[in-house]
């Protein structure tokens, strides 16, 4: 997020800083100082579906269904394994999406930003496979927050950020509660989440749409009255978004639907100007009409999904397969044989605020980003059964990561390699199996402290959150400090002091992946002393000074 463009109360503003503080810890002084032929294989070879269910056991071999958060990525990535599992009726997709589920509802879950809205997706797909009540519940929470609780621009528009940034419109907000407002009106057959959909199409058009290209902006600050980027700088996944929302939209509407007709348009420009953006490889690049940008995965992706879909259903002329074959044909080169055997999505941009030209071009790049995954599997299920050449790039170079650690160091190889997949919760456990075995030794007790410290921010910022859309009091957020968050300082202080008091460890971390409360950006080349201890413990008297303030 960023903080150029957010407002927050007093009150607010204090809890966030506490907030920030206590992620930060550790963090500010560790970091370093210093052409292949598109359907190829014959028709019993292999397909873009048998692609498509190595794509999802991968990440399911990776991360516990459990581990998965409730952000936008979340949702992206649970929308696509749902249209496998829909696709191929295979259990044990549906049983993964339902073990995230249930134990997000037991967990406890919110919405208080746009960004929560898309987990929604997968919520109806749910209710329309297994029924339970539960998940009807969660779409009436939806519900609830975009009609009763969210902010709202002069004009309507749905706030983006919550209490994290105003009366601001952020384009990605028309795909994460449009895709699941489209969803509820096909599955609950209520034309009201339609029309709170079109309604906002109005007002994003409004702001942000450019009428002789169809593209769209990214944001729209209300109480400033400006747009950002100021410039005509179009950034892929932002209008990707509001593609495959525009082809969710009109091909669940009836077709005689005023709507539809209404803004079919508005799909048939945008498709025309994305056909006239395509890169040679058949991808796009992250700003659409710059060729100097890198091309981008996840909106690629996207752009398939949406070009296929919406030809098949015949809302966009035929021509536009034409599209589709080229984009999968380099979105096969995004695709990487991992150490292990499964597929790795690369090149996928992380998570991009507005910025204007500089911002969008300097966004990194990763692998296996929740929502580049998602939109892959969204754009191999979609095109099925068309054959591919399956022939992928395989790892130069894989680590030795012991699969049953024994040794202290190899507790220690396996953890950081964990924050690399961002198996925080694995991570974590190796951390403290170190220190069980070299107990007075820095770099289990400080690794254990950085996880343990994100765990805590993260009960203190959902706290802090439901405060702000009254589903709890400013007594109960105080209870979490006193109960929850104070106890766990208490714990990475005698963790630090361990650390501080062994002058020769040094742990370095090249790769952080966090991937909750959506951050989906890295942490890179983090190096940790007995100094960065010394550091963390001041920083966090402040915090908990803070901390004793709010309780």
């Known amino acids: 997020m960023n903080p150029a ?11 966030w800083v506490a907030v920030t503080l206590l992620f930060s810890l550790l963090l500010l002084a560790a970091c370093s100082e210093d052409e292949q032929t598109f359907g190829s294989g014959s028709p019993e070879g292999p397909t873009f579906l048998s692609v498509a269910r190595e794509i999802a056991g991968t990440w399911m071999g990776t991360l516990k269904a459990e581990q998965i958060d409730w952000s936008w990525g979340d949702g992206v990535l649970t929308f696509g394994l749902s249209q496998l599992a829909g696709s191929t009726g295979e259990e044990e ?52 927050y975009l009609s009763n609780v969210a902010d709202r621009t002069s004009d309507g528009g749905l706030n983006h950020m919550g209490f994290l940034s105003g009366k601001q419109i952020w384009v990605d907000s028309l795909f994460m509660f449009g895709v699941a407002l489209n969803e509820m009106s096909r599955l609950l057959e209520d034309p009201v989440y339609w029309e709170e959909l079109a309604r906002q199409i109005r007002v994003f058009s409004t702001h942000l749409r450019n009428p002789e290209n169809g593209l769209f902006l990214h944001m729209w600050d209300d109480d400033d009255q400006k747009r950002i980027p100021v410039e005509d700088t179009f950034w892929a996944r932002g209008n990707a978004w509001v593609f ?11 077709e005689q639907s005023p709507l539809r007709q209404e803004f079919l348009p508005h799909l048939t420009l945008m498709a025309d100007t994305l056909a006239g953006l395509q890169a040679d490889s058949g991808l796009w690049h992250t700003v659409l009409y710059d060729p100097g940008t890198y091309q981008e995965t996840s909106a690629s992706a996207l752009f398939a999904y949406g070009f296929h879909k919406s030809t098949r259903l015949g809302l966009l002329d035929s021509v536009n397969m034409a599209v589709v074959r080229k984009t999968m044909r380099g979105l096969e080169s995004r695709l990487v044989r991992g150490c292990n055997g499964g597929l790795i999505v690369s090149g996928t941009s992380h998570g991009t605020d507005p ?12 692998d296996q ?48 390699h964990r924050l690399e997949l961002s198996d925080l919760e694995g991570a974590y456990e190796d951390f403290n199996a170190f220190s069980s075995l070299e107990s007075g030794r820095g770099e289990g007790s400080i690794g254990s402290a950085l996880i343990q410290a994100f765990f805590a921010g993260f009960e203190v910022f959902d706290a802090y959150t439901r405060t702000t859309i009254d589903e709890i009091g400013w007594g109960e957020f105080q209870q979490v400090i006193r109960e929850e968050a104070l106890p766990q300082i208490a714990e990475i202080r005698q963790k630090l002091v361990t650390a501080e008091q062994d002058d020769d460890f040094s742990l370095h971390i090249p790769v952080m992946y966090i991937n909750r409360r959506g951050l989906y950006t890295p942490l890179l080349d983090l190096r940790f002393t007995a100094g960065n201890a010394r550091f963390g413990l001041g920083l966090l008297d402040i915090v908990e000074g803070v901390f004793r303030l709010l309780s």
């Open 5 to 15: 463009h957010l407002r927050t109360s007093t009150r607010c503003s204090t809890g």
């Open 93 to 144: 997709y549906w049983d993964y999406l339902q073990t995230w589920m249930d134990h997000r509802i037991q967990e406890g879950y919110y919405f208080a930003f746009s960004d929560n809205c898309p987990t929604g997706i997968a919520a109806a797909r749910l209710f329309e496979e297994a029924g339970e009540s539960r998940y009807r519940d969660v779409l009436d929470r939806i519900w609830n």
């Open 244 to 254: 495959v929302m525009l082809v969710e939209f009109l091909t669940t509407l009836p």
């Open 355 to 366: 910025g204007e030209w500089e911002h969008y071009a300097s966004i990194t790049l990763g």
């Open 369 to 416: 980003v929740p929502y580049g995954v998602g939109a892959l599997l969204l754009a191999t299920v979609e095109v099925g059964d068309w054959s591919t050449q399956g022939d992928f790039a395989e790892r130069t170079s894989c680590p030795d990561i012991p699969e049953d650690p024994q040794t202290a160091e190899e507790y220690i190889t396996r953890a950081v």
